[in-house]
């Protein structure tokens, strides 16, 4: 499946789950950080690992934060940790969570 990105301002954008084999494409999309939202083992086995994401993002150059978020329980800690992060981060920033909804709740929260 291709990578499916949906630009919310000119310096955010959001993605449902990405893979390992996706951050060459996105670093290549011009994005400079890459911000999940997706806490760990949320989808299973299936799902990598924040780790494995932030050792990929790395080597294709990007920057990487990981802000996880339990869906529909966002806490203003988290909207203050995604604030901080996003307002220090090299732009443009990708925020992916299961269906991008939460990365980008968070970014609307955080303005």
Not at 18 to 33: Q, R, V
Not at 58 to 74: D, E, Q, R, S, T
């Amino acid at each position: 499946m291709a990578l499916a990105v949906k630009q919310i301002s000119a310096d955010f954008s959001v993605a449902s789950q990405i893979t390992t084999g996706d951050l060459a494409e996105i670093a290549h999309l011009g994005f400079k950080t890459v911000i999940n939202n997706r806490p760990d083992h949320e989808g299973g086995d299936e799902q990598p690992e924040s780790a494995l994401l932030e050792a990929a993002a790395k080597a294709a150059g990007l920057n990487y934060a990981y802000i996880p978020v339990i869906p529909n329980h966002i806490q203003p800690e988290e909207v203050d940790a995604f604030k901080a992060c996003f307002a220090a981060a090299e732009k443009p920033v990708l925020g992916f969570c299961r269906t991008g909804n939460r990365a980008s709740n968070l970014y609307q929260l955080a303005l």
